[in-house]
């Protein structure tokens, strides 16, 4: 199968890179973030909690947004620089 192909079938997932499971300041910005939203969370009352969660879905749903975008521009660029190789 092309890689074309294989990105089609779900056989390549872009956002399941190992080079950011490997990256060791992701690892330890992922880390600090959940001690930062425990510690946080364990200072809310129950409508601060659920208003906090509210933001969460929403600051994850605007990052969707922006890395698909990235992603896109990315991907335009690629293709503009292989055009102009050729």
């Known amino acids: 199968m092309t890689v074309l192909e294989n990105l089609y079938n779900g056989n390549i997932e872009p956002t399941d890179s190992d080079s950011l499971k490997n990256n060791m300041r992701y690892k330890e910005g ?40 990235t992603f896109k521009t990315g991907y335009r660029l690629a293709t503009q620089i292989m055009i102009e190789c050729m």
Request: glycine residues 2%; hydrophobic residues 40%.
């Open 30 to 69: 992922l880390r600090l973030v959940g001690r930062l939203q425990e510690e946080l969370s364990a200072t809310l009352n129950e409508e601060q909690k659920e208003l906090f969660e509210k933001y969460l879905t929403a600051e994850n749903e605007l990052s969707i947004v922006i890395n698909e975008e």
